[in-house]
């Protein structure tokens, strides 16, 4: 079974790569080249030997962009009886396909060579089929699925072998020259936006904008947003100040947005009645109201305040940092802004 699939994949390799269509090729005409690497190999069971794996050394010189000769060595212990050792010589011939994947090339070798074992020798010939990788200018991975037929006892043996080529010498051919391009002129763009004039609906667009497609400047739209909150002593309506950071920032944003206006909200924690509560909660808004407009200039007419007594909590009033959070004023703004994007 091991056999007949080693046999199978070997063909399978040897006939996917000799139907590729030619395109690029990889070896260089004139080049020698040293092939060191490693190689496994299942012995056919009638050897009495079962797997062993061995270091080879070839070299090898290309004749043409795909076609190079090549000869391997080695030399393997072998752990098996009857024979303790096996050396190994060949000679191949290799054929790069003018195809390639990336940096990968498939190819084909075969060849003749000679096994001398420790009680016996026999000539042998291979066939193998696998791909190379190009590492750089003048090195390759290089790794192949080999079978070897042994004339005199018909063995059949099979290999996976894997190593480094390295390349030296000889010179690559000259590529041809590439046609020089036709000059073509540019299309016309008035406004320098990137956008030709036949298809641009926004002309002269100022250059610092990013423009689409149609040639028209691109519009932002930014949410801003300020959020306000003034805290107030137990039943007091006096504004302290440490909040007045708090309400110059909505001053500065109200007089950097002229369009928007301020519901300022007035609370209360729970301790006292409802209707007296209410009525704390309206003189405490109406306080950070007049503040704005006596100290930030903000016009009363954009300014709308409204108490709402202890009816919206934001805390549990059950706790004496609960209602100190709940003695309060708020607020908050926002407001679409509009923008062109920039280059």
């Known amino acids: 079974m091991k056999k007949t699939y ?4 070997s063909l399978l390799l040897a006939t996917s790569v000799s139907s590729l269509a030619p395109t690029v090729a990889v070896a260089e005409e004139g080049q020698f080249y040293i092939v060191p690497g490693i190689q496994r190999i299942d012995f056919d069971k009638n050897r009495g030997q079962g797997y062993e794996t061995g270091f ?3 070299a090898g010189y290309d004749f043409s962009n795909n ?10 212990n072998l752990d098996g009886a009857p024979d303790d050792d096996v050396r190994h ?8 396909f003018d195809y390639k994947i990336d940096q990968v090339t498939p190819f084909i070798a075969g060849g003749v060579g000679h ?5 016996n020798e026999e000539t042998v010939f291979d066939i193998a089929a696998g791909v190379k990788y190009q590492l750089s200018e003048n090195v390759e991975w290089r790794t192949a699925i080999r079978k070897y037929w042994g004339m005199d006892e018909h063995f059949h043996d099979y290999a996976l072998e894997t190593g480094l080529v390295f390349r030296f010498g000889g010179k690559p051919a000259p590529a041809a020259p590439a046609p020089a391009p036709t000059p073509v002129a540019p299309p016309l763009d008035s406004d320098g936006d990137g956008v030709p ?3 641009d609906a926004c002309p002269d667009t100022p250059r610092t904008h990013r423009v689409d497609s149609r040639g028209c400047s691109i519009m932002l739209e930014e949410v801003a947003r300020i959020d306000m909150t003034v805290q107030f002593d137990f039943d007091r309506a006096v504004v302290k100040p440490e909040f007045m950071a708090e309400i110059r920032a909505l001053a500065d944003f109200m007089k950097a947005n002229t369009d928007v206006s301020a519901v300022l909200e007035g609370h209360t924690d729970s301790v006292g009645t409802e209707q007296y509560n209410q ?18 200039g903000i016009p009363a007419a954009r300014l709308t305040a409204q108490g709402f007594g202890e009816s919206r909590p934001v805390a549990s009033n059950d706790t004496p940092a609960g209602r100190a ?17 920039q280059r």
């Open 6 to 9: 080693l046999t199978a994949l």
């Open 56 to 58: 080879t050394l070839g």
């Open 67 to 76: 076609l190079s000769g090549e000869i391997n060595v080695f030399d393997m």
């Open 89 to 96: 010589l060949r000679a191949d011939l290799l054929y790069a």
């Open 115 to 119: 096994n001398r074992f420790s009680q």
């Open 197 to 199: 004039d036949s298809r």
């Open 279 to 296: 009525g704390l909660s309206q003189r405490r808004v109406n306080a950070v109201r007049q503040v704005l407009i006596d100290e930030f």
């Open 325 to 341: 959070q709940n003695r309060r004023v708020q607020s908050v703004i926002s407001t679409t802004l509009q923008r062109y994007e």
